[in-house]
């Protein structure tokens, strides 16, 4: 599966951002969705991950409250609603595609990966 994000930028504190994730080649609604990010010098960590219907939700405790994750099967598309960004929220962010419909916090649980979005929020 091929998944292409975008909606990365530059944002004050406090501001918002929506990401987008398109994919293609793959049974799209089928799969549960991630996003990860990494900020320079610092490993890949797990943001939030919806399940193959969006029932099921899963958020780090850095983002719950402020991110939102949704998806769009029709679309093929999955959504991170940012809001009340922060410093520590600047990183690449990057969407992925679960081997199973089961969301999950556990990056080795993702098979296939987008390029990635920057965002850049200042202070």
């Known amino acids: 599966v091929q998944l292409q994000a975008s909606g990365g930028g530059l944002v004050q504190a406090g501001g918002s951002l929506r990401l987008s994730c398109a994919a293609s080649g793959r049974t799209f609604s089928s799969f549960a969705m991630g996003w990860f990010r990494q900020a320079p010098g610092k490993e890949r960590e797990f943001v939030a991950a919806i399940g193959w219907s969006g029932g099921i939700t899963y958020y780090a405790d850095s983002v719950k409250g402020r991110f939102t994750i949704s998806r769009d099967n029709a679309k093929n598309t999955v959504y991170l609603q940012m809001n009340s960004l922060k410093v520590e929220d600047t990183a690449v962010y990057y969407c992925?595609?679960?081997?199973?419909?089961?969301?999950?916090?556990?990056?080795?649980?993702?098979?296939?990966w987008g390029q990635g979005t920057l965002v850049t929020v200042s202070s």
């Open positions: 992925a595609e679960a081997r199973s419909a089961v969301p999950s916090t556990w990056s080795y649980e993702y098979v296939d």
